[in-house]
T-cell receptor
């Protein structure tokens, strides 16, 4: 079945540091890939997505590229801020969105000033 | 625009008690989902629905029942609560294709003592 593996957290960075959160997946066919963010006390929000190989999703300074050859969708940001402190989830679904999202276990990011 | 609303936000139950969690969405989405979030486990799918009157089991359905009598509502029931059901429960909705991802509610924190 489909699955998502994320790097273990927590990740602690200083403000303006470079962020990478690794995500790899196992899926049949050509899934769509997502990153969601959960701020403290809130539900998950869609951060970015990519629906086919070599697509790059981007939002709020975050980027992730759909790499079919390495089955990866790593999240990156060049300069993190304290306000980026949250839990980040990688997820996948089939191309048409007809099967429920499968989530990774989440990676907690703490950014200190 | 309310999006996805979950009630209640917090609840404490005694072992063996029953309760119903309500999820309501006002976006005319076809699909609705119930996930539970536990530390170190990410989000796990309990049940989902692809339309009014339909339901399907997810990854961890035991001990829960659901109903989707109206398109905008998705109810999650616990007939006899157990301490293992202590968790944060999230409802989400979507419409295929998943270009816009899921819209999540803010969660229900349930403690079973």
């Amino acid at each position: 079945g489909n699955s998502v593996t994320q790097m273990e957290g927590p990740v602690t960075l200083s403000e303006e540091a470079f962020l990478t959160i690794n995500c790899t997946y196992t899926a049949t066919g050509y899934p769509s890939l997502f990153w969601y963010v959960q701020y403290p006390g809130e539900g998950l929000q869609l951060l970015l997505k990519a629906t086919k190989a070599d697509d790059k999703g981007s939002n709020k300074g975050f980027e992730a590229t759909y790499r079919k050859e390495t089955t990866s969708f790593h999240l990156e940001k060049g300069s993190v801020q304290v306000s980026d402190s949250a839990v980040y989830f990688c997820a996948l679904s089939d191309r048409g969105g007809n099967t429920p999202l499968v989530f990774g276990k989440g990676t907690r990011l703490s950014v200190i000033a | 625009n309310a999006g996805v609303t979950q009630t209640p936000k917090f609840r404490v139950l005694k072992t063996g008690q029953s309760m119903t969690l309500l999820c309501a969405q006002d976006m005319n989405h076809e699909y609705m989902y119930w996930y539970r979030q536990d530390p170190g486990m990410g989000l796990r799918l309990i049940h989902y629905s692809v339309g009014e009157g339909t339901t399907a089991k997810g990854e961890v359905p035991d001990g829960y029942n659901v109903s989707r009598l109206k398109k905008q509502n998705f109810l999650l029931g616990l007939e006899s609560a157990a301490p293992s059901q202590t968790s944060v429960y999230f409802c989400a909705s979507s419409s295929p294709p998943l270009g816009y991802g899921y819209t999540f509610g803010s969660g229900t924190r349930l403690t079973v003592v």
